[in-house]
């Protein structure tokens, strides 16, 4: 029996265009409406997750920065699984050394060093994914999002490592060059409080040790008295390959990178498919005719 529901956003939820389509909505509202807990696990930050959540009428958990923070409904911080500011210091110096482009999330928000660099790295990743698309169309879209505030700016990032208010979640590290990013993987990999991870062929995503989505998840079910064997999870990416692992009933994306196709035998159709939709309403119908 299926009590709860984890979904990934980005390349699982979100279709190309960023969006939550008609059917996963709906889909989701079937699932809520027979009494399946929905909650929606990212790479995201809860601010970005919740603004695209919102434009669907969805009010619901989120597990956000791979599990490094985890919000109820009401958008109440539950759990956070932050990294040292040494930690973080020293993952900076790294990545610097290398000239590779990052960010950094927090309890804070969103920072970068160079907001430019920022938007012109997205609207690439965005053209990839929407090659019909100008590039100053999708130039447009992403300025538009960041002037609504959800990335800052700040000269240097010490200024984070080095102040206590702040919980630093997540580094996510951009590059075309696959190189680049094998390199700065392995030069991290000393460090074991550290998890690495990715979303998308061309960034890496480093959270602490203990942020992972499956971990997270976990939690979060055994908090409301529900067993992973009673979970779906539902995703597309190496940040999600925790989840997908613990959930009793893991579903891959058909748009899922092929190494997670491998270690997850029920797939689903592409996120530009209604992929989550399917997978939601096929395994809850059986469900509920059996």
Known sequence: MIRCIASDMDGTLLNSKQEISKK??????????????????????YEEAKFILEESDIICPIIAVNGAEIRNKNGEIVRTNGMSGATAS?????????GIHFEIYTNKGKYTEDINESINIIVDIYKSANPNKTVGEIRSVVE????TG???????YNEIFSNSEYIIYKFVVFSRDRDLLTRANASLKALKEIKITSSGKNNLEINHIHAQKGIALKDFVEERGITLKETMAIGDNFNDLSM???AGH????????SEIKEVVATHTSTNDEDGVGKAIYQLLNAQLKG
């Open 24 to 45: 996963n909505r709906e889909a989701i509202f079937f699932a809520k409406n027979h009494g399946v807990e929905v909650v929606i696990a990212t790479g995201r930050s």
């Open 90 to 98: 020293t993952i900076a110096k790294v990545l610097n050394q290398l």
């Open 144 to 147: 538009e999002k960041f002037s």
């Open 150 to 156: 959800l990335t800052h700016r700040l000269n240097d």
């Open 244 to 246: 997908l692992k613990m």
């Open 250 to 257: 893991p579903v891959a994306m058909g748009n899922a990178e």
